[in-house]
């Protein structure tokens, strides 16, 4: 007995040794959420950006000079534990990646005040496309917003909508709701009725009732915004209410590799909306496979590496690597603050030469950022599964921001309002 | 507003017979599985008085052990086999670790140790399997998954293979348990237990072996529900939420009765659908299947404190 306390004693200081060391370099905590309800989309997304941080530690010793402190706090994507780990790691991050529109929404204001950037690539409140008012918070490289508009033009291609019936199926979460004012707007717009069919929690692998309800209304699509273990419960019950699969379009969350493969041929024609897109042959995979796989430091395997999310996870964290690097070559300093960071994130230049140099080829669309536009708007692909894999069926599709534009701004002013005093970025040009 | 709530529901109804159909059948293959995993808190409630807060992460548990070791090369109906045998150590294991230190403890310890159960469940399943949705055997284990396309009304009635499978699985397990409990004698020493504990104990009933029995039985109770959600939706960490879509049918048939287990399964599982489709989505926006369920058993408790089949609870003061 006394050999194992001695033993779990020695355990804990070599633990606390080894997060000491690892500690020195850039802090990038990440509130990830390997377990729980949502943990199989999870997974896939968390190992992506965990191997392109471990690959650039390992291959060019961090990003300019500087190593990188990729840690994670698990939320099990539950909005309480999330504001617990951000406060945890607060103090000497230089960004946070809150991975829910839920914790987004909750730690917005905290930012705010703690001034640390929050990045929330493709998630979270799309005002926050407004970078005066939301000074702090990014979603690069493209909104929930953009997301929807891709979605009713990809639809509007193969015809009118005027008079059209599209069902809105999406988890009762603020992640679901989220799209509802810009798809209400280009309901009107276009002409089309928009039925809202939330999916509770406890409901998301139960989905009958939802589907009888889709089976009632008979829409001509069916939208989804989906999460987690939703998606696959609708998948399947699409399926089993033959419903024309090629009828039903989700946002990027919902085109997960791993939910398609349980209905496999019986899903063929889904298609999903998507700013990544995986390249095998793309060099940035086999440096992860040469520094990260083969040093045996990847929780990830072969199949998962193929897949949209890995994929998405790593130009999450190259994205996060770009604002990083743009914000030391301008502050001519490897070790950057918060402050420094919003800055970088604010100027990220990513044209196709650059994503070339990073070698991300093929895997994520051009875009830009500026102190007004947090969020790049980069458009995406349109994504087929073809009964293996996911594959683009659309050129790129870029969202018609400029439509929506005046509700991103009246949005941001409202949320501001709500939370006055809220400070705006008065040094913005534009 | 009175239309709504009053007439045009039934006239629904009456309009599309076909339809109304499906939806008492969604309903029907939704509450077997409740009453299912009702029935398992209600058997160890029975002999043990501990509300077993782990019986969704055994369903979980159970789910993911089959289709790990089927991952692993080993043939399907074999896994079967070997998943039953580590429920089975399981309840051997939860017995001897963590009930047997408690016994004659207060019913809200043995409660608290249950959600430790639970924890632990949790984290060594995901080490064991990780978090990722995986694929249910259910070809592999001969459960067809087509549809049968039947015409009532000369409308459209969809009932999935796999539906018709489990609901006949649980309902032919429903009756083995209750032929198990009524004319065997570990049955009725179950029932015994329940009924009075003192006296079962001094008639010579093994409190140690009735609690790894029913463990046992609610882990393979836990492995049949498993196979069913997991071959609708695939097999992941969510699955544990469905168990509590049981309590409500826990505080409607009342938490020691096998037939109100069974009822009220099937009661909420039909209602809650109806009252989706023809009341809850044109009025109220939908979703109301998850608050539904907890509404209707508060209205029973209001009237009958011990549920719908519950004994009535009397005590001398």
């Known amino acids: 007995m006394k050999q194992f306390a001695r033993l779990a004693a020695a355990a804990v200081v070599a633990s606390l040794g080894a997060g000491a060391a690892i500690a020195e370099g850039l802090y990038t905590p990440n509130l990830s959420y390997r377990t729980g309800p949502f943990a199989a989309t999870g997974i896939p997304l968390m190992n992506g950006q965990a191997d392109y941080m471990a690959m650039l530690n390992a291959r060019d010793g961090g990003i300019g000079g500087a190593m990188i402190d990729f840690e994670e706090c698990e939320t099990g994507y539950s909005t309480e534990k999330g504001v617990e780990c951000y406060e945890k790691t607060k103090g000497k991050a230089i960004v946070t990646q809150p991975w829910s529109t839920g914790i987004t929404l909750q730690v917005l204001p905290k930012t705010n005040v703690d001034e640390i950037p929050i990045l929330a690539p493709g998630y979270g409140f799309s005002p926050m496309a407004d970078g005066k008012v939301f000074q702090w918070a990014f979603n690069i490289p493209a909104g929930y917003w953009d997301a929807a508009d891709m979605i009713v033009q990809y639809i509007e291609g193969q015809g009118s909508l005027d008079g059209k019936k599209i069902v809105f199926l999406h988890l009762d979460h603020p992640f679901g709701k989220e799209p509802l004012p810009l798809m209400e707007s280009l309901a009107e717009q276009k002409g089309f009725e928009l039925v809202p069919v939330p999916v509770g929690l406890k409901e998301m692998q139960n989905q009958s009732a939802q589907w009888l309800q889709i089976r009632r209304e008979r829409p001509d699509y069916v939208v989804m915004w989906g999460w987690g273990a939703m998606n696959a419960g609708a998948i399947t019950e699409a399926v089993k209410t033959k419903f024309p699969m090629e009828n039903m379009l989700g946002v990027w969350w919902a085109g997960h590799d791993a939910d398609l493969k349980i209905v496999g041929e019986d899903g063929k024609g889904y298609k999903s909306i998507s700013w990544s897109f995986p390249n095998a042959d793309a060099p940035v995979m086999a440096d992860i496979k040469t520094h990260v796989v083969d040093a045996g430091n990847s929780q990830s395997n072969e199949e998962e590496m193929s897949g949209v999310f890995y994929s998405r996870g790593i130009i999450i964290s190259a994205i996060l690597g770009e604002g990083i690097a743009t914000a030391q070559k301008h502050f001519d300093t490897a070790e950057i603050d918060p402050g420094q960071l919003r800055w970088g994130l604010e100027n990220i230049n990513m044209t196709e030469e650059r994503i070339s140099e990073l070698g991300l080829d093929g895997m994520v669309p051009p875009f830009s950022t500026s102190c007004s536009n947090h969020t790049g708007h980069s458009g995406g692909w349109m994504l087929e599964w073809d009964g293996e894999k996911f594959v683009k069926v659309s050129d790129l599709l870029t969202a018609n921001v400029d439509n929506y534009a005046e509700l991103i701004a009246s949005s941001a002013s409202e949320y501001a309002d709500a939370n006055a005093p809220w400070p705006v970025n008065e040094d913005c040009e534009g | ?317």
């Open chain 2, 1 to 317: 507003m009175l239309n709504d709530i009053f007439v045009a529901p039934f006239v629904d109804m009456f309009a599309a017979p076909d339809f109304l159909m499906q939806v008492l059948w969604e309903g029907l293959v939704s509450g077997i599985l409740y009453a299912l995993i009702a029935l398992g808190f209600v058997l160890i409630y029975r002999s043990s008085r501990i509300f077993n807060f782990a019986q969704g992460i055994m369903v979980v548990f159970a789910a993911l052990t089959l289709v790990g070791l089927h991952a692993m090369g080993v043939p399907a109906w074999i896994c079967i086999l070997l998943t039953l045998g580590v429920m089975f150590v399981l309840a051997v294991v939860i017995e001897r670790v963590v009930l047997r230190p408690l016994v004659g403890q207060p019913d809200i310890i043995l409660f608290m140790a249950t959600i430790g159960i639970t924890l632990f469940l949790i984290g060594l399943g995901e080490i064991i399997f990780g978090g990722e949705n995986k694929v249910m055997i259910t070809e592999e284990l001969g459960i067809p998954t087509g549809s049968v396309l039947l015409e009532p009304f000369g409308g459209l009635l969809i009932l999935e293979q796999k539906d018709i499978t489990a609901v006949i699985v649980a309902a032919l397990l429903v009756v083995g348990l209750l032929i198990f409990l009524n004319k065997t004698r570990m049955g009725r020493a179950i029932r015994a237990l329940g009924d009075d504990h003192q006296a079962a104990l001094s008639v010579g009933i093994s409190l140690q072996t009735i609690w790894v029995l029913v463990w046992f039985i609610a882990g393979i109770i836990a492995l049949v529900t498993g196979i069913a959600w997991g071959a609708r939706a695939g097999v992941s960490f969510a699955l544990e939420v469905i168990a509590y879509k049981a309590l409500p049918v826990l505080m409607l048939g009342g938490l020691e009765s096998i037939t109100g287990a069974i009822i009220g399964g099937l009661m909420i599982g039909m209602l809650e659908k109806l009252f989706e489709i023809y009341w809850g989505q044109p009025l109220l926006g939908g979703n109301t299947e998850t608050w539904f369920a907890f509404v209707l058993a508060l209205i029973v408790l209001l009237f009958r404190p011990q549920g719908l089949f519950g004994e009535r609870i009397i005590e001398r003061v």
